[in-house]
């Protein structure tokens, strides 16, 4: 019966270790303290937080989108570029597939001619329904050049 006992105990102890949960155990005699590391669960960070929402509609419409599918919308949304007069611009795109039915885009302009904002990016969300793609969720972020704004990506507005 000992034997079973002491197996549990080892057992349980094992079992909370590897858990890493946090176990404080203070001898009656020693007064010693044993204390093993948590388990951090942290919340999931939204990848939509930073961003300022903004309407799909207005966006497909702004940016006379017309493909289908996320990596048709990526290759029209960088080819709508034109040359700008002024200004060292840099563009990126990415394309990521979190699961079969769900993509997003992200696309970053930096060294935009602006005197206030000096980068953008913007995520497009799209989701697949019956094997045809839908943009869902439009935000964008901006980098400031200068002034109180920003420095860091930003859903706020540059001054």
Not at 33 to 54: G, Y
Not at 103 to 125: H, M, N
Not at 128 to 150: D, L, T, Y
Request: charged share 25%; net charge positive.
């Amino acid at each position: 019966m000992k034997r079973t006992i002491s197996f549990l105990v080892t057992l349980i102890f094992a079992f909370v270790l590897a858990l890493g949960l946090v176990v404080n155990s203070a001898s009656a005699d020693t007064g010693a303290v044993v204390q093993f590391p948590a388990i951090v669960t942290s919340k999931q960070s939204n990848p939509r937080d930073n961003f300022r929402e903004i309407n799909v509609q207005e966006f497909i419409d702004r940016n006379q989108i017309k493909a289908t599918n996320p990596k048709a919308v990526a290759a029209q949304l960088f080819s709508r570029l034109q040359e700008e007069e002024e200004g060292r611009r840099s563009e990126d795109i990415s394309v990521k597939y979190p699961t079969m039915e769900t993509a997003f885009i992200v696309y970053t302009i930096k060294g935009l001619p602006d005197d206030s904002t000096d980068s953008s990016r913007d995520r497009i969300e799209l989701k697949s329904n019956q094997n045809k793609w839908e943009i869902v969720w439009v935000g964008s972020q901006s980098k400031c050049r200068r002034g109180s704004g920003n420095r860091d990506w930003s859903s706020s507005i540059c001054p």
